[in-house]
């Protein structure tokens, strides 16, 4: 469901430029966004209102983490909420306004040790299938901005995007499937580094399963 539009946003945004990476037409270096020392980056694409990448942030105080969001309003209210829940303190955490058609275009390549798919939208007329993020060409830029030993992780509700995805990445010559699951919350060794996103706690509340993929480069 798209968030009703917040005018607010376009000038808080506006205002807080310092927790933004901005789109460019150059390829750009992730590192260059954060002040810290650490090594490990990670992306989620379709970042939301910021509740995952916020609790990962905390989790992990040694990773950087960037969450990428198509609607300015939607990033407008996951930076609002990152700043009051880490009292201003996101020394590890960016957001960025922009589309996943751009991944290549925007991050240099071997940018990021991990990305993140949670619960992305399943496109789930035929026509659409295209712009499923695990639709080929997603695959390839993915590869492409990831380093040779990260890898990918997908949550999603969706039958047919689960389905969808499994037969995408296992077509596809340069990446693996290293685990999979129609059922989340039966693994119990899953669950505990499992951090819910806020559609998760919600689905899974009303008796829905979570299904999840992880997959890596082939070199591996």
Same mark, same amino acid.
């Given at each position: 469901m798209r968030l009703r539009n917040k005018n607010w946003t376009k000038d808080y945004l506006l205002n807080h $430029?310092?927790? !933004? @990476? $901005? %789109?460019? #037409?150059d390829q750009l270096k992730v590192g260059d966004f954060f002040a810290n020392h650490n090594q490990f980056y990670a992306l989620e694409i379709g970042c939301g209102k910021g509740d995952f990448l916020i609790a990962q942030s905390l989790i992990h105080p040694?990773? #950087?983490l960037v969450g990428l969001e198509k609607e300015s309003t939607v990033v407008g209210v996951a930076l609002k909420k990152a700043l009051i829940t880490k009292h201003e303190q996101l020394d590890n955490l960016k957001f960025m306004n922009g589309f996943?058609?751009? !991944?290549?275009? %925007?991050? =240099? $390549?071997?940018?990021f040790d991990? =990305?993140? !798919? #949670?619960?992305?939208? $399943?496109w789930p007329k035929a026509k659409h299938?295209?712009?499923? *993020?695990? /639709?080929?060409?997603? *695959?390839?830029? /993915?590869?492409? @901005? *990831?380093?040779?030993?990260?890898? %990918?992780? !997908?949550?999603?509700?969706?039958?047919? *995007? /689960?389905q969808f995805s499994l037969e995408q990445i296992t077509a596809h010559p340069q990446w693996r499937i290293v685990y999979q699951t129609t059922d989340l919350y039966a693994d119990v060794n899953q669950l505990k580094t499992n951090v819910p996103t806020e559609y998760e706690k919600k689905f899974h509340a009303q008796g829905k399963t979570i299904k999840k993929i992880i997959f890596q480069p082939h070199s591996l």
């Open positions: $430029p310092q927790h !933004l @990476i $901005p %789109v460019s #037409n040694d990773w #950087n996943a058609e751009k !991944l290549q275009q %925007v991050f =240099l $390549p071997n940018s991990c =990305l993140f !798919l #949670n619960f992305s939208d $399943p299938y295209k712009k499923r *993020l695990t /639709y080929q060409t997603f *695959l390839d830029d /993915y590869f492409k @901005i *990831l380093k040779p030993s990260g890898k %990918v992780e !997908l949550k999603t509700d969706n039958d047919q *995007l /689960y």
